[in-house]
């Protein structure tokens, strides 16, 4: 439980030794134990960012992408949480790092999950990734789109929760807005009292 109090408390944990101890832990052969050691994990990332970059740098980020693609529930959940984390609070470097290492492909399968708290939690961590991407220059969208996250946040408009809802439209918005002669075909024209969308009627019926 010290991880989960203050920086200085996870700081002492850290000094003591404790990453080197987290490669047996997350691999272990009991579900409990592998769930326990991606939680303090999850906890270190959310610490510094000299925190963050010691869960980087541990060689354990292998182990919980892994995990947060095939791992059962409860596990997947806290593995989801560590990229969250290291992408919310980490540097332009600590997140370009995560993306090199996966993370991507991970929250992108985490989005089908039915758990509307988790979907959040990974489109806010894509989020954050992007907003990184477009400070530097990367092509992070085209990394999404290869991982048919775009589709999918685009799926998500249609989702029973309206936080989900608005998460996914402000991505859209801000990262993945449609082109010029898209938005104009989407656009409703006036045709006298109704309206109509711009669509080749050619389109609407075979020939």
Known sequence: ?????????????????????????????????RKEAAWVLSNIAAGTPAQIGQVLSSGRMQDVLSLSLEAVWEIRMECIWVLNNIAYGGSDEQVASLVSL?????LVTALDMNETKMTIVALEALESILEV???????????????????????????????????????????????????ENLAPKVDGDTFSFGVNPAKLCPT
């Open 1 to 33: 439980n010290l991880v989960r109090g203050s920086d200085t408390q996870t700081e002492f944990c850290l000094e003591a030794g404790l990453m080197p101890k987290m490669r047996l832990l997350i691999n272990h052969e009991k579900k409990n134990v």
């Open 133 to 183: 991407g477009d400070r530097q220059g990367d092509e992070y969208v085209s990394l999404l789109d290869e991982s048919n996250g775009i589709s999918t946040i685009e799926s998500l408009q249609e989702h029973e929760s309206e936080q989900v809802y608005n998460k996914a439209l402000e991505i859209i918005e801000k990262f993945l807005g449609v082109d010029e002669e898209e938005e």
């Open 102 to 106: 996966g993370a991507i492909p991970s």
